[in-house]
């Protein structure tokens, strides 16, 4: 791994390791799969990890993730999937050498996982986390978090009775050029003072929900490199056809920090889904970088140059969208917060302002008007019924 971007002072291998193994080292000398046996990771304590939801994103990106999590060492056992489809539970189960559940309480009861991925449909994800957990497992919940305030802050409740641990998936945080550009961000007096960032997301999917299924990727990274957010504007364009009701299938959102940090965000369901589909700028004041998709970042901080820049070197047995995309940094890393080896540097709160964000977007392309930030939950997810409602 090559990185002529380095932040001052920062350790030069921040977002370009697995655990103790840097990337450079896991695809070096006869190793080339990076499969050499790690004994940090091999003397972690076991952990017994079930899915519940077996549908495209646990099978394209938990499920593959975890495989290569478990090929680097880490003692973590898949036990178990749950889904109501049988064919897709069947196929999980017979791929993965696990056991298929049509019911996920039956699965919590009878394998007693100590992590649950939560990457059921949305509408299921605060029920799945909540029984999760109060079966006494953690739980890792695909985005978004839940589909209203009440059910965010009940997770968060849930979470700190139990004693259960929860993080909301927010895998790009995790991302190699995102890690780098957050320190960049930290350390660099360029962005000190001020911080303007623009964000776009294209994608082509038309049964996609463009806030909830794509855009809520640019809420958490705004809020990752920003901060909390007071004041949400909006406009939504065009409608999808057919049984998709979705009111919008484009929209430009604008984000106010307050003093110093303002954001502005494309979004849009309707487009091709072409490489780069994310991009995100961050100007500062004689110095902005800019992030594209998970796999270059560009560091200008001088009139006449040159460009800083870090973009992967990428070994022809690299596996891309599970270590580069974030998957299976954010696991590992929650694995080891269950096993009580890290602190969570993602927290049930992000969970909860990310639907708060969704919910504040709705809300502001209603009414036209701006949304201030924070919510009084009940009143929005009222609000907010009311206009699904009216799709």
Same mark, same amino acid.
């Given at each position: ?65 975890? %495989?290569?999590? @478990? ?30 559940? !049509? ?15 939560? %990457? ?45 641990? +929860? ?5 790009? @945080? ?5 890690? @780098? %550009? ?12 001020? !911080? ?9 999917? =038309? ?27 909006? !406009? ?78 990428? %070994? ?46 709705? +809300? ?10 924070? +919510?009084?939950?009940?009143?929005? =997810? ?10």
């Amino acid at each position: 791994m090559t990185t002529a971007a380095t932040p001052p002072g920062s350790d030069p291998g921040l977002g370009d390791t697995y655990g103790h193994t840097p990337v450079d080292k896991m695809f070096a000398g006869a190793d080339v799969y990076g499969v050499g046996f790690d004994h940090h990771r091999a003397d972690r304590r076991p952990l017994r990890l079930a899915v519940i939801g077996a549908g495209g994103v646990a099978q394209s990106k938990w499920l593959p993730a975890l %495989a290569r999590l @478990r090929t680097l060492w880490d003692p973590v056992e898949l036990v178990g999937v749950a889904d109501p489809n049988e064919d897709q539970g069947r196929k999980v189960g017979r791929v993965h050498g696990c056991r298929w559940y !049509r019911d996920h309480r039956q699965l919590l009861s009878e394998e007693k996982p100590d992590v649950v991925v939560i %990457a059921s449909p949305d509408r299921s994800h605060a029920e799945h986390a909540q029984d999760a957990m109060e079966a006494g497992s953690a739980a890792l919940v695909e985005k978004p978090f839940c589909t209203s305030l009440a059910e965010a802050g009940r997770l968060c409740d849930v979470s700190a009775a139990t004693g259960a641990r +929860l993080m909301p998936v927010a895998n790009l @945080r995790f991302s190699p050029p995102f890690r @780098r %550009a957050h320190q960049f961000l930290a350390t660099l007096e360029g962005f000190s003072a001020e !911080r303007t960032l623009l964000g776009k997301m294209h994608l082509g999917y =038309d049964y996609v929900d463009v806030l909830e299924g794509a855009t809520v990727h640019l809420f958490d990274l705004t809020r990752f490199l920003l901060g909390d957010v007071v004041e949400v504007r909006a !406009r939504g364009l065009g409608r999808a056809e057919g049984p998709h009701r979705y009111p919008f299938r484009q929209a430009v959102i604008s984000l106010d920090f307050g003093p110093g940090r303002a954001a502005q965000l494309f979004t849009s369901a309707s487009a091709l889904s072409l490489k780069p589909w994310l991009r995100v700028e961050v100007h500062g004041q004689g110095t902005w970088l800019a992030v594209d998709d998970v796999f270059e970042l560009v560091l200008y901080d001088s009139e006449t140059g040159p460009a800083k820049v870090w973009k992967p070197v990428l %070994a022809n047995t690299l596996l891309f969208d599970e270590e580069f995309g974030g998957y299976l940094p954010q696991l590992e890393h929650f694995l080891q917060v269950v096993r009580g080896e890290e602190e969570p540097s993602v927290t049930p709160i992000d969970g909860y302002r990310a639907v708060e964000l969704i919910t504040a977007t709705h +809300l502001a392309i209603a009414s036209g008007e701006a949304v201030p930030l924070p +919510l009084d939950a009940s009143e929005a =997810d009222a609000e907010a019924a009311l206009l699904r409602s009216q799709w």
